[in-house]
C-alpha cells in the first residue's frame, strides 16, 4: 500500500473521489461497451456538458478528446497554420511546442522568456504574418505564469491570429475570457486529479474556419484526428477511435465533484493554499522563490530554488508519506516544483508546510 501524497506535477495526486468512480466504471463496464454504444454517447455528453459548466464556455466553443497536450500541440499546428506561428516561450513546455511548428515544417517565430522570467505584453510585438499565437498560462518547468489579464491583451493588437492557450497544469483555476482567446487545452493528469492519458481540446468557430480552409486549399491536416474529422463524430457524442472511455467516464464524474465546490470555491481554495506555500518560502533558510516578479508566479506550480537537494529533502518527507516534485530538466538538483492542484486539500499543504517549517527550516 502507498500511503503517500504526492505534491509533483503531474501526474499528480487523484482526486480524492476517484477511488470510488473507479469502481463504478467497473461496475459500469465502461472499459468494455462500444465506443459507438448510447450509454458511451451519455458518458461523453455528461464529460462535456460538465466541462461547459464548469469553465462557463459559451456555445461558440466545441470540447474534443484527444490523446494528451501534447497530441493536441501536433494538431493545433497541422490543422491551423499553412505557414508561420508565433510562440512566447517562457520555459520547456512552450519551447517543445515551439519546435513541433518547425518540425512539421512551418516556420515559427518565438519571444523567448529566460527561465524563471516572464513577459510584460506590451512589450512584444507578434509579427503582422503570424496566423496562431501561442501563449502558455502556467509554464509547469518554471513556475511562470502569465495572468488571464496579460492573456487578454493579445486580441485587440493582433486581430487575424488565432491564440491558443496551453493551460495544462492551471485549468480549471484561470477564468479566461472566452471572447478574448480562440482555444485552450489541458491534459487531465495535472489539475483534474486523474490517471493520465487524454488531452482536452477547446475551441471556437474561427479555429474550425482555418481547419476548413487549409483542408479546402488542399493542404494536409492530418488524417482521423483532423478538426473536421474529430467535429463529425462529436455531434454524435463519439470520437473517430477508440477512446479513452474510462478516462472520459471519470472526468465527467469528477467535474460533477468540482461543481459542487464551483470554479469560484476552487480558485479560492487555490489562492489560500498557494498563500501558505509562499508565506514559508518567504521565510525559509533553504528555499527562496524560483519565480522573482510576484506578479507571474503560478498558483498552481510553486517553484522554489533550494539549497538541499530535492533527494534530501524528499528523504526529509518519507517518513511524513510526502514527496515534492524536482526541479525541471537542468534545474532538476537546484530547485523544487510543489503542485497545488485541487487534489491537493487545504490539511496536506498544512501539514506539508509544518513539516518543512520544522524538519528543514
Ligand atoms: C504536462 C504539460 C504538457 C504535456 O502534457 P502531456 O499530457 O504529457 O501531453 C504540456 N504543457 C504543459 C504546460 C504541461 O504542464
Redesign the pocket.
Known amino acids: 500500500m502507498n500511503n503517500k501524497i504526492y505534491f509533483t506535477p503531474?501526474p499528480s495526486e487523484l482526486y480524492p473521489t476517484v477511488r470510488q468512480h473507479m469502481i463504478t466504471a467497473l461496475d459500469e463496464k465502461i472499459g468494455t461497451i462500444s465506443h459507438r454504444s448510447k450509454k458511451f454517447e451519455e458518458v461523453y455528453k455528461t464529460a462535456s456538458d460538465n466541462l461547459r459548466t464548469l469553465l462557463n464556455l459559451p456555445d461558440n466553443y466545441q470540447i474534443l478528446f484527444l490523446a494528451?497536450?501534447?497530441?493536441i500541440w501536433e494538431r493545433i499546428i497541422q490543422n491551423c497554420v499553412e505557414k508561420k506561428s508565433f510562440h512566447c516561450v517562457n520555459g520547456s513546455?512552450s519551447k517543445r511546442f515551439y519546435e513541433f511548428a518547425a518540425e512539421l515544417g512551418r516556420e515559427a517565430y518565438k519571444e523567448e522568456a529566460s527561465f524563471g522570467k516572464g513577459f510584460y505584453p506590451a512589450n512584444i510585438n507578434v509579427p503582422a504574418d503570424a496566423e496562431i499565437i501561442c501563449l502558455?498560462h502556467?509554464?509547469?518547468s518554471s513556475g511562470v505564469s502569465m495572468p488571464v489579464e496579460d492573456i487578454n491583451t493579445f486580441r485587440d493588437k493582433n486581430k487575424n491570429a488565432l491564440i491558443f492557450v496551453?493551460a495544462?497544469?492551471s485549468l480549471p483555476y484561470p477564468a479566461f475570457d472566452w471572447s478574448k482567446i480562440d482555444s485552450a487545452f489541458f491534459?487531465v493528469?495535472?489539475c483534474f486529479g486523474l490517471p493520465?492519458g487524454l488531452?482536452v481540446w477547446i475551441l471556437n468557430e474561427r479555429v474550425i474556419a482555418k481547419s476548413e480552409a487549409l483542408l479546402a486549399k488542399g493542404q494536409s491536416i492530418g488524417t482521423y484526428h483532423t478538426i473536421p474529422s474529430m467535429l463529425s463524430k462529436a455531434v454524435v457524442n463519439q470520437t473517430p477511435e477508440t477512446p479513452n472511455a474510462m478516462n472520459i467516464f471519470l472526468l465527467g464524474k469528477v467535474i460533477a465533484d468540482m461543481l459542487t465546490i464551483g470554479a469560484d470555491g476552487i480558485r479560492k481554495q487555490t489562492e489560500a493554499k498557494a498563500a501558505l506555500i509562499n508565506n514559508y518560502i518567504s521565510t525559509s533558510k533553504v528555499f527562496s522563490f524560483g519565480v522573482e516578479d510576484s506578479r507571474l508566479r503560478s498558483m498552481t506550480t510553486i517553484v522554489a530554488n533550494t539549497t538541499m537537494l530535492p533527494g534530501d529533502i524528499n528523504k526529509v518527507l518519507e517518513p511524513f508519506n510526502m514527496a515534492v516534485g524536482a526541479g525541471y530538466g537542468s534545474k532538476k538538483d537546484t530547485q523544487i516544483r510543489i503542485a497545488n492542484f485541487p487534489a491537493h486539500s487545504l490539511e496536506h499543504v498544512q501539514a506539508l508546510v509544518k513539516i518543512l517549517q520544522e524538519k528543514i527550516g
Open positions: 503531474g494528451s497536450a501534447t497530441e513546455f502558455t502556467n509554464e509547469t496551453d495544462v497544469s491534459s493528469q495535472k493520465a488531452g
